[in-house]
């Protein structure tokens, strides 16, 4: 099999097994709510093959992987419906920035050279 039906072989079988529940949870209810669980999922791969000028034999490679981040749930009741992410962003970047500023302030503060 060559380059090019190696990467429909690998294609194919992405598309064979890719659906909606690789993104949203089965749904969980309870207490009259409906909690649906959201992921972000990501597939990397890559291939290749070739052979020396003049020989037979050929060589080729691959690999790949699926990489996934839960983002959240999906909360459905009879009032509303929305999404509770699983971290809040904005305090995650506020306390990288908090400590970039610390560390800048000590590292000037108690510097030897």
């Known amino acids: 099999m060559g380059s090019v039906g190696i990467i429909e ?12 529940k690789m993104l949203f949870g089965d749904p969980i209810t309870s207490q009259g709510k409906t ?4 992921a972000k999922v990501a597939y990397g791969f890559g291939v ?7 020989q037979e034999n050929a060589g080729g490679g691959g690999g790949g ?3 996934a981040l839960p983002l959240g749930v ?4 009879p009032e509303r419906t929305r999404f509770i992410p699983i971290s809040d962003r ?8 908090a400590g970039v500023v610390l560390g ?9 050279f």
């Open 48 to 54: 290749g093959a070739g052979n020396a000028r003049g």
């Open 35 to 38: 909690i649906i669980p959201v």
């Open 74 to 77: 999906v909360e459905i009741t």
């Open 9 to 20: 072989a690998v294609r194919d079988s992405l598309v064979a097994h890719s659906d909606v």
């Open 104 to 112: 800048r302030f000590f590292l000037r503060r108690f510097s030897f």
């Open 65 to 67: 992987g699926v990489h």
């Open 90 to 97: 904005k305090k995650l970047a506020g306390a990288a920035l």
